[in-house]
C-alpha cells in the first residue's frame, strides 16, 4: 500500500468531517514538518508556532484537497509558506528584536534567533538517542530487519512479507513488538521531552 | 485485548489497517488519550529510526493543533436555539417556583421577631403587626394570582403544594384549569 494510497483514505474521513483522522494525519508528520520549518527558523519555540499553523491552515484547506498530489507533498509546501510568510513578517517589525543586534549594524533577522539547546537539553537528546541505539541493537533479529524495512526502506507490508518470506500478518506482529520493545526502552526519555524547550 | 490495540495502532500509523478496522479504531481514539498518545509515541519512534537527531519536542503538536480546531469550531458553531421544555421539566419547575414562594410566605408569616428587629424593640414591634399582616395579604393575593397564572407549568405535585398555601392563608381554593 503506497503512502498515497494510505494517506488519502485519511484525508477523505477528514473531509468527511472526522476530525480524529486528521489527528493521526498530524501524528504522522509532525517530527518531519518541525524538521522542514527548522531549516528556515532556528528557534525551537517559533519552529513549533510555525509547524502548529501550517497544519492548522491545511486542516482549513483539506475540504479543497483533491489528491493531485500526496498529501505529504501538499502539506510540505503549505509549511514552506506558512515559514517564509513568518520570516517576512519579522522582517516588518524589527522592534521585536534585539536592539543591541539591530545597532550594531549585524541585523539578520533569521541569524539572531535564539537556540534553546540548553546543556540540560543537550543531554537528554543524548540519552535519548543512546537509549534508542541501544534498544534497536537489542531488537531480535526478524524485528530489527522488519523495522528498519519499514522507517528506513519505507517498504510496504506486503514487500516486506516477500523479502522476508513470512505472511503480511506476521510482519505486522514483528514491525509492532520492535516498536513497542523501543517504546519501553525510550519513553521515560521522551517523557522528559514533551515538557518544551522552556522547561 | 491491549495488545491487539496496540498492534492496530501500529498497523493504522503505516496505513495498513483494512478500513472497516481503521474506523472503529478512530472512533477509539476519541475516547482513549492513552492510545492516541502511545500511537504519538510510534510515530515518534519511527522518525528516531530514520534521524537519530529528531526532537522529541514535536510531540506537543498534536493537542496543540486539537485544541485550536475545537475552539475554532466552537465559534463557528451557530448558536443552538433553546428547545422547548418538555411538560416535565415545566412541571419540576413549576415545583420549584411554587415550594420557594410557599416557603418565603411561611417563614413571613411564622417569622414575627424578625418583623421586631427590624422595627428595633418590644413595644415597637408590636406597633408594627397590624401592619405587616396587611402587607401578607397584599403579598398572598399577589402569590395567589401568580400561582393561577402558571398554572399550566405546574404539574399535580406544584399544585397541591400551591392549593395548601392558598388555603392557609384563607384564600377561596382556585379550581385548576388542567393544561391537558
Not at chain 1, 531549516?39 to 475540504?63: G, H, M, N
Not at chain 1, 516486506?160 to 505472511?167: R, S, Y
Not at chain 2, 504519538?40 to 528516531?48: P, Q, S, T, W
Request: hydrophobic share 40%; glycine share 6%; aromatic share 6%.
Amino acid at each position: 500500500m503506497s503512502a498515497k494510497t494510505d494517506d488519502q483514505r485519511l484525508v477523505e474521513r477528514v473531509q468527511g468531517g472526522d476530525r480524529q483522522a486528521f489527528d493521526v494525519l498530524v501524528l504522522k508528520y509532525q517530527h518531519k514538518i518541525v524538521k522542514l520549518v527548522m531549516r528556515y527558523v532556528r528557534d525551537q519555540s517559533e519552529a513549533l508556532d510555525i509547524t502548529q499553523e501550517a497544519f492548522i491552515k491545511a486542516y482549513r484547506a483539506i475540504p479543497r484537497f483533491r489528491g493531485d498530489s500526496a498529501f505529504y507533498t501538499w502539506l510540505y509546501r503549505i509549511a514552506i509558506n506558512t515559514a517564509k510568510n513568518h520570516i517576512v513578517a519579522l522582517k516588518r517589525r524589527p522592534m521585536e528584536y534585539d536592539l543591541d543586534l539591530q545597532e550594531s549594524g549585524g541585523y539578520e533577522p533569521h541569524a539572531q534567533l535564539r537556540d534553546f539547546d540548553s546543556p540540560d537539553r543537550i543531554v537528554q537528546r543524548e540519552e535519548l538517542r543512546e537509549a534508542l541505539q541501544g534498544s534497536i541493537d537489542r531488537l531480535p533479529e526478524e524485528l530489527r530487519v522488519a523495522i528498519v524495512l519499514r522507517e528506513i526502506e519505507g517498504m510496504s507490508y506486503e514487500e516486506i512479507a516477500t523479502a522476508m518470506d513470512c505472511p503480511v500478518g506476521t510482519v505486522r506482529s514483528r514491525i509492532f513488538r520492535a516498536r513497542d520493545a523501543i517504546d519501553k526502552a525510550i519513553r521515560i526519555h521522551i517523557d522528559g521531552h514533551k515538557a518544551g524547550p522552556d522547561t | 485485548m491491549t495488545r491487539i490495540i496496540d498492534e492496530q495502532l501500529s498497523a493504522l500509523l503505516d496505513g495498513e489497517l483494512p478500513a472497516e478496522q481503521e474506523s472503529l479504531l478512530l472512533r477509539r481514539l476519541e475516547r482513549e488519550p492513552e492510545s492516541l498518545e502511545k500511537l504519538a509515541r510510534f510515530g515518534l519512534i519511527g522518525e528516531l529510526v530514520r534521524d537519530p537527531s529528531t526532537q522529541a519536542s514535536a510531540m506537543v503538536i498534536r493537542e496543540r493543533v486539537a485544541m485550536e480546531i475545537a475552539a475554532e469550531e466552537a465559534v463557528n458553531q451557530p448558536a443552538r436555539k433553546p428547545s422547548p421544555p418538555s411538560s416535565v421539566r415545566l412541571g419540576l419547575v413549576g415545583a420549584g417556583i411554587a415550594a420557594s414562594i410557599a416557603l418565603l410566605v411561611m417563614i413571613n408569616l411564622t417569622d414575627r421577631p424578625v418583623a421586631s428587629r427590624i422595627s428595633g424593640g418590644g413595644l415597637a414591634a408590636q406597633s408594627t403587626l397590624p401592619e405587616h399582616t396587611d402587607m401578607m395579604a397584599v403579598d398572598s393575593a399577589r402569590l395567589t394570582r401568580y400561582l393561577v397564572s402558571h398554572a399550566r407549568y405546574s404539574n399535580t405535585a406544584s399544585r397541591q403544594l400551591a392549593d395548601s398555601h392558598i388555603t392557609m392563608v384563607a384564600a377561596t381554593p382556585v379550581a385548576w384549569s388542567n393544561p391537558e
